[in-house]
T-cell receptor, first 114, second 116 residues
Framework: KAGVTQTPRYLIKTRGQQVTLSCSPI?????VSWYQQTPGQGLQFLFE???????NKGNFPGRFSGRQFSNSRSEMNVSTLELGDSALYLC?????????????FGPGTRLTVL | AQSVTQPDIHITVSEGASLELRCNYS??????LFWYVQSPGQGLQLLLK??????LVQGIKGFEAEFKRSQSSFNLRKPSVHWSDAAEYFC??????????????FGKGTKLSVKP
């Protein structure tokens, strides 16, 4: 079974631009979560989507948004980029039925904002 | 508020020596607990997880962890470290929403270096 894939792997943007990152979950997984990883703040939860609905949201400004499609693929968008948005963005998928749902992570998208 | 603390930012051990990485959590309900490993430039790989039952759990690559409710700890151990274990290790709590798992809260990580 293929793992979680994220595209692109690397991105360079300038302040004020917007960016869209994509995540394809493991086949059969219906939940997709997004995390931001920075040296200063560590790993922080952005949001979770399940069956095309945002089920959970972390403490990030409205510039960070996401969506999930009917095939469970997910995108996250960051508008009006700031230097502090430079980070590794990790996507994780899980089956999300029942209690015991481990999350499987993709390799991440490294975003650099200049 | 829920939180995870990994007191050691960086640990260096000799190859073949034993390893223990510490993790303490703060969470009101019964937690779901995880250890992940991250190699440079890579995503996170799950080493092991605790949901319930036996408090000593075995994982991949020879790792094990012990859940101690009285100490709110979930320390990771390995009896003999290999050079390939050099990486960053993250402890995480999975929030329990009425029995369904919510998002993960991560510790800041412990970077492991291995001396030859």
């Amino acid at each position: 079974k293929a793992g979680v894939t994220q595209t692109p792997r690397y991105l360079i943007k300038t302040r004020g631009q917007q960016v869209t990152l994509s995540c394809s979950p493991i086949s059969g997984h219906r939940s997709v979560s997004w995390y931001q990883q920075t040296p200063g703040q560590g790993l922080q939860f952005l949001f979770e989507y399940f069956s095309e609905t945002q089920r959970n949201k972390g403490n990030f400004p409205g510039r960070f948004s996401g969506r999930q499609f009917s095939n469970s693929r997910s995108e996250m968008n960051v508008s009006t980029l700031e230097l502090g948005d430079s980070a590794l963005y990790l996507c994780a998928s899980s089956f999300s039925q029942g209690n015991h749902n481990e999350q499987f992570f993709g390799p991440g998208t490294r975003l650099t904002v200049l | 508020a829920q939180s995870v603390t990994q007191p050691d930012i960086h640990i260096t051990v000799s190859e073949g020596a034993s390893l223990e990485l510490r993790c303490n959590y703060s969470y009101g309900a019964t937690p779901y607990l995880f250890w992940y490993v991250q190699s440079p430039g890579q995503g996170l790989q799950l080493l092991l997880k605790y949901f319930s039952g036996d408090t000593l759990v075995q994982g991949i690559k020879g790792f094990e962890a012990e859940f101690k409710r009285s100490q709110s700890s979930f320390n990771l151990r390995k009896p003999s470290v290999h050079w390939s274990d050099a990486a960053e290790y993250f402890c995480a709590v999975g929030l329990n929403y009425g029995g369904s798992q919510g998002n993960l809260i991560f510790g800041k990580g412990t970077k492991l270096s291995v001396k030859p």
